[in-house]
T-cell receptor, first 113, second 114 residues
Framework: GDSVTQMEGPVTLSEEAFLTINCTYT??????LFWYVQYPGEGLQLLLK?????DKGSNKGFEATYRKETTSFHLEKGSVQVSDSAVYFC????????????FGTGTRLTIIP | KAGVTQTPRYLIKTRGQQVTLSCSPI?????VSWYQQTPGQGLQFLFE???????NKGNFPGRFSGRQFSNSRSEMNVSTLELGDSALYLC?????????????FGPGTRLTVT
């Protein structure tokens, strides 16, 4: 079945550091890929998405590129802020018309001033 | 436009009881999905409803059920609660239609079973 593997956390960085959170997936066909963010006590917010190979999703300084050849969708940000502290989830939606999202285990990010 | 709303936000129940959670999707969204989030199992898909019909179901026992009303509002029910049902239950809505992949999540209902 489909699966998403995320970089183990927690991740602690200093403000203005470069961020990478790795995400790889297993799925048949061409799934759509997403990054969601969860702030304490809240639900999930869609951060960015990519629906086909080589697409780059971007939002709020975060970027991720859909790499079919390496089945990856790594999240990056050039300069993190304290307000970026949250849990980040990588997810996929399969290409068979099934609206179910399959999530990774989440990566807790803490940014230190 | 108002986001997805879920009620109640917090709930404490006793083992063996049943519970009903409610979700109101974003106006105009016709698809509603439910997810369970626990520290051990992470985020797991429960079911999806579209136009009052269940379209997909995850690997949960029959104690977990749901329904959707004509105004797209959805409820999920858990009968004979077990301690392991303690979780954050998240509802997500989607516009539905070609190219509408994004699911928008509500804040969740935190269920504690004692």
């Amino acid at each position: 079945g489909d699966s998403v593997t995320q970089m183990e956390g927690p991740v602690t960085l200093s403000e203005e550091a470069f961020l990478t959170i790795n995400c790889t997936y297993t799925a048949t066909g061409y799934p759509s890929l997403f990054w969601y963010v969860q702030y304490p006590g809240e639900g999930l917010q869609l951060l960015l998405k990519a629906t086909k190979a080589d697409d780059k999703g971007s939002n709020k300084g975060f970027e991720a590129t859909y790499r079919k050849e390496t089945t990856s969708f790594h999240l990056e940000k050039g300069s993190v802020q304290v307000s970026d502290s949250a849990v980040y989830f990588c997810a996929l939606r399969d290409s068979r018309g099934n609206e179910k999202l399959t999530f990774g285990t989440g990566t807790r990010l803490t940014i230190i001033p | 436009k108002a986001g997805v709303t879920q009620t109640p936000r917090y709930l404490i129940k006793t083992r063996g009881q049943q519970v009903t959670l409610s979700c109101s999707p974003i106006s105009g969204h016709r698809s509603v999905s439910w997810y369970q989030q626990t520290p051990g199992q992470g985020l797991q898909f429960l079911f999806e409803y579209f136009s009052e019909t269940q379209r997909n179901k995850g690997n949960f026992p029959g104690r977990f059920s749901g329904r959707q009303f004509s105004n797209s509002r959805s409820e999920m029910n858990v009968s004979t609660l077990e301690l392991g049902d303690s979780a954050l239950y998240l509802c997500a809505s989607r516009l539905a239609g070609v190219g509408s992949y994004e699911q928008y999540f509500g804040p969740g209902t935190r269920l504690t079973v004692t």
